[in-house]
């Protein structure tokens, strides 16, 4: 028994020694390297390393998921995505009679300046309602949570929730059929039956705010909320270039031929699965600017004037029904690309000389 005792007690001080000396490297590490390079290497270095990204787990933090609602509080007039330290999560998860090996379930989805591992854990298998409580705050659906984050929360919101829902829908090898297994990060899973690596997937999307030289053309979907437009978008088809799928998808949607067109930004998409948005400008000839809408891709597709897109802009992002029973013209959140490329429309449109 005594030499049982002992020889954990030494395991135990080498374990420590060994977390001391990693925690002072590191911070020597750190201290040594840009902001930005230092934690890309830091993120590297968790997704290729099993036994350090465990350690990051238990002094990180996490956001909280149920079945891939988000967990947001109310603070103020403000919602927040509050990140819950790995001690509060390991208290929560005991007194929810889970096990705290729970936390490997959990992705990595970044890191602070001070390279503090940040991570999303889906808690679907506990009752919502008592988590809810327990944390005073509510599983929300991700895209309401959009109209009521700002940009960083929503954007960590956005990878998590991607992650989250292609590690649930790989479980298993496509050619073996056998069970595969998530890395530590959460970066891939291994079918270890015949080393198949699975890598999380993005569907490529151009979305594209078309103009005839005075107006620019918005649309909606019927799914979208009453009085919501926005730019048109697409996924690209196997063999296209981005132009291609540009003009194909104007074409198709509303019924016009591009003239020109150009590159703005990109921007991760967690609908309806995991999307990579390419935004791009395009131009149409304006003695071709007839709409022909697609009815079985679109509700209603229009051109609106600078004034009407500049007043929407002023608008709180939410349905509003006039007195005529229509509803006002609303556009997507302040940190959707479909927001930024019509932002930058206007800025061009009120540069341009009259
Ligand atoms: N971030 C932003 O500002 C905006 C993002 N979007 C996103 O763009 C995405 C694409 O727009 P849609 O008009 O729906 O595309 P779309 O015009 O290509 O039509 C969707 C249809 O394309 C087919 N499709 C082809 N490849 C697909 C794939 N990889 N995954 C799913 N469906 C595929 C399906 O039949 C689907 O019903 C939407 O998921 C939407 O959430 C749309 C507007 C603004
Ligand atoms: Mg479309």
Redesign the pocket.
Known sequence: MRTSRGSFSQELNMAMLYQAVYRRASFLWCRLHSTYVRKMRYLFELKEDDGLCRQAQNSGTFYLFHNLFPFLQKVGSKHLAPQISASELKRILKKFKQNKQKLEDSVLIGCSDECMAYFALDLGSLEKMDIESELKGSFTELWKAFFQLDGKDASLLSLAQALLRWHDTHKYCSKTGQPTQKNLAGSKRVCHTNGIIYYPQM?P?V?TLVSDGSRCLLAR?ASFPQGMY????????VGETLEETVRR?VA??VGLEVKSMWYSAS?H?P???S?L?I?CHATVWPQQNEIRVNKL?LEAATWFSLEEVVEALRREPRPLKQEDGRFSLWL?PKW??????IQEWVKQQSNMPA
């Open positions: 569907s999307v979305i979907q926005s730019a048109l978008a697409g996924f690209c088809d998808e198709e949607e921007q998409w609908f309806p699965n999307s948005m935004a891709e997507p959707a690309i479909a927001h930024q490329l």
